[in-house]
């Protein structure tokens, strides 16, 4: 089973369109898992061997709070630019709900 759920969280992840962001909590639950599922969802997928397609910026916490390290910001940032995501200087997409993706499909 948990094979089989580390697949789905990876394909579910790749399937956001540009644009769009989920939570780690509607990824895991759209993938089958239950209410701690979401705190599984960064280690499986750090474990896909192609890492420059997983959509990471697509992927943000509850309410739209997004992780941004150091390291990454600048080019988080540009990437959320780009596909139409506004975030306000305490790390919140502005627009949460106009670019949430429900990958359940309901």
């Given at each position: 089973m948990a094979g089989l759920f580390s697949q789905r969280v990876t394909e579910l992840a790749l399937s956001i369109p540009e644009g769009r962001i989920t939570t780690y909590g509607a990824l895991a639950k759209a993938a089958g898992g239950g209410?701690?599922?979401a705190?599984?969802?960064s280690s499986i997928l750090s474990k896909y061997p192609n890492q420059g397609v997983i959509p990471w910026h697509r992927i943000v916490y509850a309410g739209g709070k997004v992780w941004i390290t150091p390291e990454r910001e600048a080019r988080r940032k540009e990437l959320y630019e780009l596909e139409g995501i506004f975030i306000n200087e305490k790390g919140i997409?502005?627009?949460?709900?106009?670019?949430f993706y429900d990958c359940t499909g309901d």
């Open positions: 209410g701690q599922a705190r599984s969802v997409i502005q627009n949460f709900e106009d670019v």
